[in-house]
């Protein structure tokens, strides 16, 4: 998420006028690629089903 916040900031720093298009792309892109990612941070057997009432 932190990778996100930044990434983020960029972006938003690009449309006020303050970073460059190039850099604004780049982030966009690398924000594309997270998706992917993030369901590998969440091993099977730990979502709600085996933890009801523990997660949300």
């Known amino acids: 998420m932190k990778q996100q916040t ?3 900031k960029i972006i938003q ?3 006020s006028g303050g970073a460059d298009r190039d ?3 780049a982030k966009v892109t690398e ?3 997270l998706p992917p990612q993030i369901t590998g941070l969440f091993p099977l057997g730990t979502g ?3 933890f009801p009432g523990a997660t949300a």
């Open 23 to 25: 850099t604004a792309i």
């Open 48 to 50: 709600t089903v085996e």
């Open 31 to 33: 924000l594309l690629t």
């Open 6 to 8: 930044e990434a983020l």
């Open 13 to 15: 720093n690009y449309v």
